[in-house]
């Protein structure tokens, strides 16, 4: 089976409320996928209802082969899930805490090697009560992989994270997506999408506006570039789609082009630009 997600016509109404309302999503096995969308957009409801933590409205909803809604312990353990809300700080060390969760999958990892994939080895013995916010923050992202999903949820997972735990961590994703794992991702950052996404898809108002690669995302590619140069006439920004045409003109006598960028829009443009549109 290639799919590892497949939704159609997903709709979830709180009391007055239509959080998702006829969202479509397939997500490929192996396949890096981020969610994209302004807050309340539907993103927590959509994933709380593909790891069957919520009941729906409506829509056909197929995860690892199986309903959600109907699925049981043995489909539970195929699952890794690392939620918005840090794991409730306890009196156990990070070691301690990673032993007790993998024993409660069939075939997990080894506690000591996941504790040195997301970098708290030197905490190990530490309690997790007394870790930093992004310290706890890795301990949920452990606790999320132990089991050895086939599918991971990674629900906003860098909140908090130092630009270096943020490196660590994109390069740890690319690894489990490198052994095989489908992991849906739901952040705010662009970059981070950027880094680590096959595909994204972008919420608003409950349903999909746009999904394409990140290169590719609304038409980004083929978007105009931005020409910008200094000479002695001052500053010029020219539009073009043959950039490379432009600056060999523009260069043509040999002269140096001052201050020369070719710039096109940035995946931040293109999704202020989608979301914007829906407003
Ligand atoms: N339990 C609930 N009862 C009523 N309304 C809810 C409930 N949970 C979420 N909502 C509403 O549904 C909408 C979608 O919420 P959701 O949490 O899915 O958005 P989100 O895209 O994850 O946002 P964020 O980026 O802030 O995490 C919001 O308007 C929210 O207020």
């Known amino acids: 089976m290639t799919t590892a997600v497949s939704v159609r016509g997903l709709r979830k109404e709180y009391p007055g409320h239509v959080a998702v309302s006829g969202l479509d999503l397939d997500i490929r096995r192996g396949e890096v996928f981020a969610l994209l969308g302004p807050n309340g957009a539907g993103k927590t409801t959509t994933?709380?209802?593909?790891?069957?933590?919520?009941?729906?409205?409506?829509?056909e909803v197929s995860v690892l082969g199986e309903d959600p809604g109907r699925a049981g312990r043995a489909w539970r353990a195929r699952l890794g899930i690392v939620l918005q809300t840090a794991t409730d700080a306890a009196e156990l060390s990070v070691a301690e805490t990673v032993r007790h969760f993998a024993k409660y999958y069939p075939n997990p990892r080894d506690p000591e090697e996941v504790i040195e994939k997301v970098g708290l080895t030197e905490k190990a013995g530490t309690r997790v009560k007394s870790l930093s916010g992004g310290q706890r923050r890795r301990v949920d992202v452990a606790l999320g992989i132990v089991g050895r999903p086939e599918l991971?949820?990674?629900?906003?997972?860098?909140?908090?994270?130092?630009?270096?735990?943020?490196?660590?961590?994109?390069?740890?994703?690319?690894?489990?997506?490198?052994?095989?794992?489908?992991?849906?991702?739901?952040?705010?950052?662009?970059?981070e999408v950027e880094a680590l996404a096959d595909r994204v898809a972008v919420l608003a108002h409950g349903r999909v506006v746009a999904e394409d690669t990140p290169r590719d995302l609304g038409g980004r590619a083929g978007a105009e570039a931005t020409v910008r140069w200094v000479d002695h006439r001052g500053e010029h920004v020219e539009r073009t789609a043959y950039p490379t045409k432009l600056v060999t003109e523009l260069s043509a006598g040999g002269g140096e082009l001052g201050e020369l960028?070719?710039?096109?829009?940035?995946?931040?443009?293109?999704?202020?630009?989608?979301?914007?549109?829906t407003e």
């Open 47 to 59: 994933v709380e209802i593909l790891e069957g933590h919520r009941d729906r409205t409506a829509g």
């Open 152 to 191: 991971l949820f990674l629900d906003e997972p860098t909140t908090g994270f130092d630009p270096e735990a943020r490196r660590r961590f994109w390069a740890l994703i690319a690894g489990l997506a490198g052994e095989g794992t489908t992991i849906l991702l739901t952040t705010h950052y662009l970059d």
């Open 261 to 277: 960028t070719v710039t096109r829009p940035s995946l931040e443009d293109i999704y202020l630009d989608l979301i914007g549109d």
